[in-house]
């Protein structure tokens, strides 16, 4: 009996080490060979390992891949472990992930080709402590994206920090389940968007000197279009009026310099304890993509915006120097400054109506201006947009506080 009980004290801890899949922690050195090292941690990582990148300005010359589940990639510091992909030849992408499970902490991604951080695919995915930048400042041969996860689950961004941009600075796409909180985005063309996504909470960020600061767009021809269910609220949405300098072609090329909030072809939408200030196209905006004018070849796509509910926010200054072709149409009814809640009015033609909702936005003016009717039936604070729609549920499950 005491012999079997000691062989199975030895076989036991034995299995252990053979069978075991327990985390490992790498650190991967600062030097020339930093790129080399840690694109073969990310090829040789295990579920559950950490990789740790050190403190410095590391120059890398091609995309970070990473498709092993469960990886967290971790730096000293958003502004003391800097990749920077100046002289990027490989790739467009600063890294691209395409696993679950993946957290990204504590570092910088400064001047990619392309994309800061991209993740496809993935459930479970964790951003925070992470600066995106293009150091030389809003131009249209920046990356598109800064943070970038699409058609992922379970996405918690936090704590972040974006600049320069070309199309959106935070961008959440074709995705479920999303939180985007105590963020600052600034100077990208897009603040922050949540795109053809549903059930996302954005929340106490800050989206300042954007053309740009705060969308939630329905887009036509991507293989996930029902976008809905967004709260976006207490944000501070202020000053957005850099000038667009987007690629041509592009949407968000199409952005308005000046512009606080948008919502486009989208639905269930509550947007509510912001601040949303001093955006001098508009503070607000809810529009149907026909207004766009772009062409939809998508049969199964929903161009009209319906149910959003806009309340108990702080809004004031802005509309005292707009732009764009709606500005255009606008100014000579309205005057300058336009009003700080602008809907087009635009209905599906199947339904005749739409729930748009605006309340307790102190003096804010809500205007209805009848884009579909050429701007003749002009609506200032109707009675039917003075509603309320039932709270959308909180994204739950993941994300902590």
């Known amino acids: 009996m005491k012999l079997s009980t000691n062989l199975a004290r030895v076989a036991l801890p034995l299995a252990m080490l053979l069978f075991c899949s327990c985390a490992r922690k790498a650190g991967i050195p600062a030097g020339p060979e930093f790129q080399k090292r840690a694109q073969e941690a990310l090829i040789l990582a295990k579920p559950g390992d950490v990789i740790e990148f050190p403190e410095g300005k590391l120059d890398l010359t091609a995309t970070l891949s990473l498709s092993v589940e469960n990886v967290t990639i971790r730096g000293q510091g958003m502004d003391k472990t800097i990749l920077s992909f100046k002289n990027q030849k490989t790739g467009s992408a600063g890294m691209l992930v395409t696993a679950g499970g993946f957290t990204l902490e504590n570092l910088a991604i400064e001047?990619?080709?392309?994309d800061g951080v991209k993740i496809n695919g993935a459930t479970g995915v964790t951003i925070r402590h992470v600066r995106a930048e293009w150091t030389g400042g809003p131009k249209d041969t920046n990356g598109s994206y800064g943070l970038y996860p699409v058609q992922c689950k379970n996405v918690l961004i936090e704590d972040s920090v974006?600049?320069?941009?070309?199309?959106?600075?935070?961008?959440?796409?074709?995705?479920?389940?999303?939180?985007?909180?105590?963020?600052?985005?600034e100077y990208n063309v897009a603040g922050i968007e949540i795109e053809n996504s549903q059930d996302a909470d954005v929340y106490q960020n800050t989206s300042t000197n954007n053309t740009g600061g705060l969308l939630a767009f329905n887009l036509p021809d991507l293989p996930v279009k029902d976008g809905r269910n967004a709260r976006l609220f207490e944000n501070n949405v202020y000053g957005n009026n850099t000038a667009n300098f987007a690629p041509k072609g592009t949407m968000v090329a199409?952005?308005?310099?000046?512009?606080?909030?948008?919502i486009l072809a989208t639905n269930h939408i509550d947007v509510y304890k912001n601040t949303i200030k001093d955006n001098a196209t508009?503070?607000?905006?809810?529009?149907?993509?026909?207004?766009?004018?772009?062409?939809?070849?998508?049969?199964?796509?929903?161009?009209?915006?319906?149910?959003?509910?806009?309340?108990?926010n702080t809004i004031s200054g802005g509309g005292d120097n707009p732009t764009g072709r709606i500005a255009d149409g606008l100014v000579p009814l309205l005057g300058k400054p336009l009003p700080a809640i602008l809907y087009d009015g635009v209905v599906d033609?199947?339904?005749?109506?739409?729930?748009?909702?605006a309340q307790n936005n102190g003096a804010a003016q809500f205007v209805n201006y009848d884009a579909a009717g050429g701007l003749k039936h002009l609506l200032k604070n109707a009675s039917v947009n003075n509603c309320a729609l039932p709270p959308l549920t909180a994204v739950a499950g993941f994300g902590g506080n």
């Open 111 to 114: 001047d990619t080709k392309g």
């Open 162 to 185: 974006v600049k320069g941009a070309s199309d959106a600075g935070i961008y959440v796409g074709q995705s479920k389940n999303i939180i985007v909180r105590r963020n600052r985005a």
């Open 254 to 262: 199409k952005v308005p310099a000046g512009t606080g909030v948008i």
């Open 282 to 312: 508009a503070n607000v905006s809810v529009i149907s993509y026909l207004t766009t004018e772009n062409p939809i070849n998508d049969p199964t796509y929903d161009p009209y915006t319906d149910e959003i509910y806009i309340h108990d």
């Open 349 to 357: 033609p199947k339904k005749k109506t739409a729930t748009i909702c």
